[in-house]
Structure formats: C-alpha cells, structure tokens
C-alpha cells in the first residue's frame, strides 16, 4: 500500500503541549504496551507497518515538521515538503508528484491519502488498505472512505450512498449539516467524511496539470507559492462522477481537542501529577519536572509544559483557539533535527538554555552579531569547532564564544549543554550560517 | 508598644507557595497602593509601624525564617531565634527573655504577643495598643484580646467573660466546640480566643523561671533544645486567675488555608495569568514565567511555583497537607540572607541553578567535597575570591571552580549568575564553610 499522510498545522488547539512549532501529533501521550509513551504520529505509524508490513509511507507536511517526524519515525519515511500552506488540493498534488518523480511509484499504482492523527485500531488500516484495493480495479476515479455515524454529528460533511452495499457508487454529498438534519441523513443511509480516500496516481496528475501548470515534482515545488489556495474536496471530489465509497464500521476518532484527546487516554495521568479522592474524570498531563496536585475537581483536563499551563472545563477547552492568540509567549521548547533546547531562563540581556544534542548529530556552524554565548557541557562528549579550531569536550568543559565567532558542536554520544546568550538584543533571527571550512 | 510576633513553622497548606524553608508568611501576595506585592508579615510590619511609630518590633522564629525576615523587613526587626521548635511557652519565655537581657527593655514594661500573620485592619493594632496599656495598669496578670464572633466557629476556642464590658475579667476558657455548643457559647457572650495578649515582662520571667531552670537569655538558649514542649494556654493562661479579656470588633482573619487565603486577595489573578468569560470565583496565583490560562472553572484556585502547582477545589484546599507531605520535591526556590536562588534544572550528574545576590552582600566562603562548579554571571558586578584569589567580574565572565577549591563571590550591585554544578553525588550537604583569609 501506498499511503500519505497528510499532517496539518500547527494547531493551538492542545496548547501548551502543541505551539507554534510543536504539532499535536508530536506529542507522546499514549501509554504503549511496554511502559513508554508514544505520539499520534507514531502511534499510526506503527499500526500502518503492522496491518502492511511493505508499506510506502509519506508524509505531507510543512519544513517545520521535518524534524519531529525524523526525530519520532526514523529516516526511513517519506517526507513531501509543502513550501508553505496551499490546503489540500495543491499538498495532495505534490505529494502525488513526489511518489511519481522522486519515489519511482508506477502511476498506475493507487495511493491513500488520510490524517495523519486518527485515533483508531488496526481494522481502519485493513480498511484503507481495502480502499487501495478497490482503487486498484478501476471502477471508479475515487474512492472515498465513509464512516458509519455513531451519533447525528454537526461537525462532518456526509457522503449518500447509492446504496447500502459495502461499496456503492456516491449518490449526493452533503456539507456539515445541523443536528435535526444529521439525523434525517443518516435515516437515509448517509455516511461521515473524514477526508480519507485513494485513487489512481495517474489520475491525479492528470487532475493536477488539469488545473496547474507545471512539468514535474521539481517545477511544482519551486513555483508552489504562487499556486491558489483550494481544498481537495473542492477541486477534486465534488467535481467527479465516477466515485465510490467504502463503508467502514469502527473506531475513528479526529483528537482536536482536548476533550475528546483525553477520551483516548489509557491512564489519568501522564508525568508527575497526584489527584486526591474526590477528582472526578480529571486529567493531568504534566511534562514539567514538579508535581501537579488536583483537589476536588470535576471534569476538567490539566497540561503543563514549559510553555505555560492550561486549567479547563473538558468542554469549554474547546473554545481554547483565541485565548492562545493572545498570549504572546517566546518558544520554550523545541525538537530540531540535531535534538532539542529548552529555555531555562530568561533576563533582560541573557538567556539561558539547555541543548540535547543526539549522538551523530550537530548543530549548524553559526555566528551571532550581537550576544556572546557561554556553553558549560553537563554530560556526553564531543567535539567544539570555534572560528576553525577544534577541541574535544566532555562534561564540565566550558567554551566561551565571543559575537561574530563561528561555532559548532559535533555530539559524539548524546550531548547536553547548557548554553548562557549574553547581549542587548538577543534573538532567534541573530544568527548566521556557515559551511564547515 | 513592645510586640511580639509569633512566627510559626514552615506550613504546607499553601503549597506550592509555602515549602518546607519557605513560609506563608513570606509570599508576596497583597497588594499595595502603589501596585506593587506584600507578604502578611511586611502587610502587618506596615500597620503596626503606622500605629505606633515607636513600636518595638520582635519576632520569635526559627533559624530558617531570620533571612527572608531581614530581607522582607530591614535589618532594624529585632529576631528571637528558637534554636529548636518547642511550642508557645518556651517561645515567648525565650522572646520575653531576650527582650530584658538583649534588647534592654525594662522588666516593668508591658508586651504584647500576637500571631505573625492575622489578616486585619489598622483598628485591630490599634487595640492591640490598647492591650498592651491595660496590662500596664497592672489590674491583672494577663490581658487577652477576645474577638466577637461572627458565627459559630468550631476552629477556635472560645474565652466567656464575667460581664459584657469592653474590659473584663474571665469567667472561663472553652475548648473548640461543635457548632451546636458554639452556638450555646456565643449565646453566653463567648469572645473567640485568637492568641493575642499582653503582660508585664517581669510577670512571664517570674513564670519562665518558676518553670524552667535557667539563669539568663544565653543560657536559656543554650539549653533550649532540652525543654519539654508545652503551650503557653496550658502553662500559664489557664492556670491564671488574675486574667482579663478586652472586646475586639472588627475584622479579623486568619489566612492559614488557600480558601481563607484568596478571599482576602484584592484580585483575581496575581501573575501571568489568563481566565475566559465563563470563569467563576478562580483566583490564580502564578510565580512562573509562563502563563496559566483558565476556562470554564468555578471555586477553584491554582498556584504555580518552581515548587509545583496546585489545582484545587477551594472547600478541599484545606485538606492538602496529607498529599503534599508525599510530595518529595527537591527544594525548587529559596531566599537567603544574601538573596535567593532558583533551580533551572535537574540531571543525573549536574544540577543548574540560577543566584541573585542583593548588592553588598556574599555567599559564605566554601567549598564542595564531590563537585565541580561553574559560574556564568548573567548581570551586575562585584568580586570572586577562589582559593584566596581575588577577581573583578561582570556580566559575561566565566569562573571554574574544581572540587575542593575555596570559593565565595561578593555582590557590588545586585548580580546574577548561572551556577552549574557537576558531579557523581550533588547535595546541598555537601558544603564546607571557612573564614575568609
């Protein structure tokens, strides 16, 4: 099976475990059965290998991901990189080219797109393999998964069958409707769509240059920018006559928000959190070193992170969006390819924070025009390139960087620092890169 | 005046606010007319000094609370230090006896005695005054402050007086009653019993050494770790039949819980903090960086420190000790006498934490056993002696520090550093103080 999974944006929704910078799908807060925990990513990862062993994997996402997806699922997956947002339509046709032109997939082979953070069990990744299957025959140009309504939803587009078969050709789509009209669709067999479908590579291409003007992968990335913006379900799926729909009954569960994120918990708690006796479908997820204690609350969902933490009725968490546009907080935490920092602390003219480098990894070699910058090696060893002069360090090691000094470190084994920026104007974009003289 | 303020041990019930070496007393919660935070014991500093301008200020406390004392209140408090925690009676014997032998004051004058942190308007200081005046009148031996109930508590005890007269002589002492009984009690005219009185010193030296064999100030405090504990109700108020109780109407609070806490705050929300529409009777108290934002919650108050955070009903709030006496959290934050410190962060083999030095003061000259030390100063300027080296810094320089070195650093103006310390065993045991050469 060929699968790409399409992996949103930023999302406030889960603030402050997700930012900016910090997708919710990075997030590890499902208990595995081996103790540890893992993320949403990882998670659908994992039952994708599981249902179908040889399966292709892409990702569809932004640059700013790329990192926490190497970081979370190895080397070995595929990553099309969307230049900058361009909603569906264009991300899918990218992602086709990407197969075809970069990946070698025959455009004769069938391809699935969904989400890349359901929350299912393993039979929806048999189903989508069915989905591709089906795809395979030809029948139809799409074939679209629909869900079996387990409640009359507002929140859903629905799909109207032909038919009440496993497979049936699309009678009529229908946009998110009101409750009292959810109910009488799905008296007349309707079905949810949750944005997930295959066709036939070939097909899309045709539809992409249909609509875009471009020779291959590489002239599409380069001119993505100027292409419009414009849902799949748009330009693609409300167009097309020759489309299916494969009934799937079963877990499915779209984790936006924290109430229905914390529904899929296993536990009430993750990190280092006490609720006394009287809590009442409370849940804690604390990813800061001190305890969290809850007393006498009731249906409320707790997050701390070095972000800030969150306080709220599982409902009203919901209506989080605009409160976190409001808050105007630095980034205190962040994965990159080489590890992550954390910002220890913060003055008017100093920073402090904490670098992990992985084992093999290193950072860029840069400059900064206005701090100097003090690193105090905690643990692991490595290697310091300073204005060319290597030295190896382990912990206790200090390096002192003067502004405008070039410097990396290379970690031989996992590394952690902790590194002190002193100046008047201390900033992200103070930083030149250089190549490795 | 001449007062004392009994300043009780380290109080777990406004955690994460209040630790083990850091007292309720000490947060820096109220506000104040020009917009800045007062603690309880600067607030109540504040009214008594308003009142009588003259007043002698002592409080009686352990050795823990002298530096933040001195910090939140000048140098010109006086302080009776309890070598060791022994209840009431030794407390305000080894306060009364520094009073006389320390302090000089005349045995003939009156005290007044009063908890460290009522939360109260300036008419209570105002009749503590006048207290301390009718013990000067020498009509009885002790002279208690009775405050007219405003329900039928059953968290006090309870005074009844012979008469209904602003001044008057005690009929009996009650024990905490039941509500029911309360009820019977305030019927009878019972005053509470809030532990504010007033006495001749000679009096309570008389008693001092009729109970305890000691010759003066010093040797009762070289000996105070062998007194038995006993309160000064059961060893002297009821045992005292020339004992007075004079009205107090007004407001009088005792701020021991978070519920009783946040009712006295002027605001909702001290820090960063953010609460939606929905929210209803929250107060937040927030000393991290980060905010905390609330939604959808009602009676409820949240408190973050680097200690942890509380999320509590505000009814429970009162039972947190059992829990937070199973919280094993490292000490996080502490004033000193020479400033505070902060930890940033915490691994296996290295410990970072943040020092601010108040301008003219010093760390003790030291060193460490098991560790090595790294100081990165982040502001301000002063003076490193290492190994009797001494050495100018300013924001930006770097001192190393091996195990086993001598080290102490001398604060020109307020300076900050960054100290890492790195080693197999850190502890804060791990300490060797010297003279400086």
Redesign the interface.
């Known amino acids: 099976m060929n699968i790409v999974l399409l992996s949103g944006g930023s999302g406030k929704r889960l ?2 475990l997700s930012n900016d910078i910090r997708s919710k799908q990075f997030i590890k807060i499902f208990k595995t059965e081996d103790g540890s925990y893992e993320s949403m990513v990882q998670r659908v990862y994992r039952q994708i290998k599981k249902v179908d062993a040889d399966a292709t994997v892409t990702i569809a996402t932004s640059k700013t991901q790329v990192s926490a997806i190497h970081n979370q699922l190895g080397e070995e997956v595929g990553i099309s990189v969307e230049p900058c947002r361009r909603d569906t339509f264009p991300a899918i046709a990218l992602a086709t080219a990407y197969l075809t032109d970069v990946k070698g997939v025959d455009p004769e082979e069938s391809v699935v797109v969904c989400p890349v953070d359901p929350y299912v069990e393993d039979d929806y990744f048999e189903a989508l393999k069915a989905l591709g299957e089906q795809a395979d025959k030809g029948e139809a140009n799409l074939v679209l998964m629909g869900i079996e309504p387990t409640y009359p939803s507002e929140k859903y587009g629905y799909i109207i069958p032909e038919n009440a078969d496993q497979t049936a050709f699309v009678s009529t789509f229908k946009e998110k409707p009101t409750q009292e009209v959810a109910v009488e669709y799905i008296r007349q067999g309707a079905l949810w769509n949750g944005g997930m479908f295959a066709y036939k590579l070939r097909y899309l291409l045709d539809k992409a240059h249909e609509l875009i003007d471009f020779t291959d992968y590489q002239d599409l990335f380069s001119k993505y920018d100027t292409l419009t913006k414009i849902s799949f379900d748009y330009a693609v799926v409300e167009k097309e006559d020759k489309i299916q729909v494969m009934r799937f009954v079963g877990q499915w569960k779209d984790l936006g928000t924290w109430n229905t994120l914390t529904e899929a918990m296993e536990e009430n708690s993750v990190g280092n959190a ?1 609720q ?1 006796e ?1 809590c009442e479908n409370v849940h804690i997820v ?1 990813e ?10 009731h249906d ?1 969902v ?1 997050s ?1 992170s ?8 599982k ?3 919901s ?2 969006k605009p ?2 546009d ?2 105007d ?1 630095q980034i ?1 935490f962040a994965e990159k390819s080489w590890g992550s920092f954390r910002v ?7 920073l ?1 924070i ?1 670098v992990t480098l992985n084992g093999g990894h290193s950072m860029n070699y840069h400059s900064h025009k206005n701090r ?1 910058e ?1 690193w ?1 090696v ?2 692991g060893t490595g290697k310091t390139i300073v204005d060319g002069m290597e030295q190896k360090v382990k ?2 090691d ?1 390096v ?1 960087m003067e502004a405008g000094c070039r410097h990396t470190i290379l970690a031989e084994t996992e590394l ?1 620092l ?1 590194e ?1 920026q ?1 100046g008047k104007e201390i900033s992200v974009h103070d930083k030149q890169k250089f190549p490795l003289e």
């Open positions: 603030w402050p006490i006394n009287t604390n800061l070193g001190v305890p969290v204690l809850a007393m006498g609350l409320v707790i701390a070095p972000e800030g933490i969150l306080v709220s009725d409902e009203q968490s209506y989080i409160f976190v409001q808050i907080q205190m220890l602390d913060v003055e008017e003219e100093s402090t904490k100097d003090v105090v905690i643990s912990a206790g200090v002192t952690k902790i002190v002193l």
